[in-house]
């Protein structure tokens, strides 16, 4: 099939990971043309190809846009990591060649919306925001491998193995599509590539069907919000009781039976009801008076025991004051919230609150995912945005503590975002070390380390930002109106908006990219 832009020399701006990726896949399209960038990483100078042709340069100078062929190129796309220059490259081109499809990467999610509502650029994306529904579904399970929002509806992009008649074992696609809802995306026979479904396809047992579905509306958690935060409260506070250092539990455990005595002594040697005991004894602790009940006419030892309690009170409130004083100093009361996670079952542990992590949590949230987070820095920049949604844990990942603190043992699945690759795998095998915790996705910016990761047992998913990107980048520049670019082996699948008529879902429609395999490099 072709797309709207499938013709043309493209150009990229910008030669970090996500512009080497974005290369290489369209080279893999048979597509060429010009990269202008202020210096060629090592990767690309080991496995760049003649397609596209490297300029040294600022992208942002009109002589190196129109050294790379501005005014017959179709498509550019600002890939840099400064959101300025990217828009500044897109204006530019956009006015050396009004025809031009010019297309902008952003760290920030609403300046990609204001971008592309103002009509300065053609399509912006915030990377981060791209790889998050990836590491949503990765969340999941192995079988979900993506999920694509569109028209209010949540569609889930899953992996199906056809093995038995309950996975349409005997069938046709047509079949298994009137029989499930979904729509099969594309498929792969035992010993072939992956390649298009069409409907009088048979499923053979080891099929593997990708396919997609709509999500059903997520159920409400059961209980009241209120209820919960309760609960919470009340773990939080016992789990905060025991952090109180033991100098002052035992004095006020001191203080506390002293205060029983008194109760019990009075009632007897006064002849006083127990309610009036314990009244005399707060009035008597609290210095508020003998008013009522006094100690005039007791005998001198109840005299001379009743100003040991007076004196032992003034010790029992500073006690308290001081306990209730660190409580306040050490945490606030979304801190002791978050005390309570430890005792969670069934959740997800987000652990880095950036761009990745903070968007991560708000989708989780909003398809019905339970989610404790966790980050190192209290005043991050998105610490106290996160607070308002989930709990937050405060605490170094890679201690076995803090992950407990965040309900590791109860949690289905442990999501790590940090920016940094080591600390990422480290706090992943500490978490195998702490508790048997169900699924472990890792982000990693090193392909070569994620490849030589993924051989191991210890780590059930590893996801690369610019990985996932890529191809959505890449199909906006095939399609302006992309609404997601998937990579499924040797083939580029685009989803975009179309009629119900030719729709695989309700408003969705469908082309599928073969590409040369990745070793092949075009001439």
């Known amino acids: 099939m072709h797309s709207q832009d499938s013709h043309g020399q493209v150009i990229l701006c910008g030669l970090g990971n996500l512009g080497c990726r974005v290369a290489s896949l369209f080279c893999r399209l048979g597509r060429s043309g010009h990269i202008i960038t202020l210096e060629a990483g090592e990767h690309w100078r080991r496995n760049g190809t003649d397609a596209f042709k490297v300029i040294l340069g600022n992208a942002r100078e009109e002589q190196h846009l129109r050294a790379a062929g501005i005014m017959h190129a179709s498509v550019l796309l600002a890939l840099t990591d400064d959101d300025i220059a990217n828009v500044d490259i897109c204006l530019e081109a956009r006015r050396l060649n009004p025809c031009i499809t010019v297309i902008a990467r952003t760290q920030d999610e609403d300046l990609a919306v204001h971008l592309e509502r103002s009509g300065l650029v053609h399509r912006a994306f915030c990377t981060a925001s791209l790889a998050v529904p990836a590491f949503s579904a990765a969340a999941r399970g192995d079988r979900f491998l993506d999920t694509i929002e569109h028209a209010g509806r949540l569609h889930d992009l899953e992996r199906v193995l056809v093995s038995d008649a309950a996975q349409g074992l005997g069938a046709t696609v047509a079949d298994w599509e ?5 729509t099969v995306l594309a498929l792969r026979e035992a010993g ?30 059961p209980g009241s919000p209120l209820l919960q935060s309760l609960h919470r409260l009340g773990l939080g506070l016992r789990q905060s009781w025991t952090e109180v250092p033991n100098a002052f539990r035992l004095a006020l455990a001191f203080f506390g039976l002293v205060v029983l005595l008194s109760i019990v002594l009075f009632h007897f040697a006064l002849g006083l009801p127990w309610v009036d005991a314990v009244y005399f004894v707060c009035t008597t602790i609290t210095t508020v008076g003998y008013g009522d009940i006094n100690l005039q006419q007791a005998a001198p030892w109840l005299k001379l025991y009743g100003s040991f309690l007076m004196l ?26 978050s005390r309570g996670c430890s005792h969670q079952r069934g959740h997800l542990v987000i652990v880095g609150l950036g761009n990745v992590g903070y968007r991560l949590v708000g989708a989780l949230l909003a398809s019905g995912e339970k989610v404790v987070a966790v980050d190192g820095d209290r005043d991050g920049r998105y610490v106290e945005a996160v607070k308002r949604l989930a709990p937050v844990v405060h605490g170094d990942a890679r201690i076995p503590s803090t992950l407990e603190l965040a309900g590791l043992p109860g949690a289905k699945a442990l999501v790590v975002v940090t920016s940094h690759d080591i600390e990422n ?4 095998l500490a978490s195998k070390r702490a508790a048997p915790v169900g699924r472990v996705i890792l982000r990693l910016f090193d ?27 890449v199909a906006a520049g095939l399609r302006k109106d992309t609404l997601k670019g998937l990579l499924l082996e040797d083939l ?4 975009f908006p179309a009629s119900a008529a030719d729709s695989a879902q309700p408003g969705m429609g469908v082309e599928l990219h073969p590409l040369r395999p990745a070793t092949e490099s075009p001439s």
């Open 192 to 221: 072939c590539p992956t390649r298009a479904a069409t409907p009088d396809t048979p499923l053979r047992a080891g099929t593997v069907l990708h396919c997609l579905h709509a999500r059903p509306p997520a159920a409400k958690a």
């Open 447 to 473: 392909a070569k380390l994620a490849e030589s990761m993924g051989k191991g047992p210890q780590i059930d998913a590893l996801l690369s930002v610019s990985t996932i990107a890529a191809p959505h980048l």
């Open 312 to 337: 032992c009170s003034a010790g029992l409130l500073a006690t308290l004051c001081s306990i209730i004083t660190n409580l306040l100093l050490q945490t606030r009361l979304r801190d002791v919230l």
């Open 425 to 428: 795998i480290a706090i992943g």
């Open 492 to 495: 580029l699948i685009v989803l």
């Open 178 to 182: 009137r029989r499930t809802g979904g």
